[in-house]
């Protein structure tokens, strides 16, 4: 059986700085400068409502952001959040009036249909299912890469052992770490990262304050 660390708790991050810091003088020395991990999840969201959202925000600003969703959310009126049949019910048209390209809107209706087959998985069956298994899954849906879904496994299912290695911002802070003429690349992250386990999750925390 396949563990499922999913422990964000301020134990938790308390028990994965004392492991950074004693790795070496550069990560003491950045934790000391940065203070306690102040990172917050949305565990109450259900995978689709996240996934929904993730797509609405990417490749733009909070603010652009928050207007786009802001106007899709405005469509439903009676509802915190349009279930997957009210996504799929309205039309295209008007959902495009609120901002969305025609990619996104194809992704977010992908969600949602794969939501409604079963794809996507509710929050209880995903709490049973290990980081690659969640990856692989959802990683199929037009429009939805690995960082997608790994921040979806930070920010909502509370994991604690994920390193986004594509993340330009986790490779940077790296280097700005180290005092490194290049940041390293996606392989070689992975295999560095491989010392911050089981804490990598707060690890990418800390890098992304070091760009």
Do not use: N
């Not at 396949?2 to 950074?20: C, P």
């Not at 209880?124 to 690659?132: F, H, M, P, Y």
């Not at 290695?165 to 070689?188: A, M, N, Q, V, W």
């Amino acid at each position: 059986m396949v563990e499922i660390i999913s422990d964000l708790s301020s134990g938790a991050f308390d028990r994965a700085v004392e492991h950074l810091c004693e790795l070496d003088t550069d990560w003491a020395r950045h934790i000391q400068t940065v203070g306690a991990c102040r990172h917050q999840a949305k565990p109450a969201r259900e995978p689709y409502e996240a996934l929904v959202r993730a797509i609405a925000y990417q490749q733009l600003h909070a603010k652009a952001g928050d207007a786009i969703l802001g106007r899709l959310l405005s469509l439903y009126p009676d509802a915190l959040f349009p279930s997957p049949a009210q996504l799929l019910e309205t039309a295209e048209d008007s959902q495009r009036a609120c901002g969305f390209s025609a990619a996104k809107l194809a992704t977010i209706r992908g969600i949602a249909q794969a939501a409604i087959d079963g794809l996507v998985p509710t929050r209880a069956e995903a709490t049973l299912l290990s980081d690659d298994q969640l990856i692989e899954r959802l990683i199929s849906l037009r429009g939805i890469g690995r960082w997608t879904v790994e921040m979806f496994l930070i920010y909502t299912l509370e994991r604690t052992d994920i390193l986004p290695i594509d993340d330009f911002g986790i490779r940077e802070g790296y280097r700005r770490l180290k005092g490194l003429d290049k940041s390293p690349t996606p392989r070689e992250m992975r295999e560095i990262g491989k010392a911050w386990a089981p804490y990598r999750t707060v690890a990418a925390w800390y890098l992304w304050r070091c760009t």
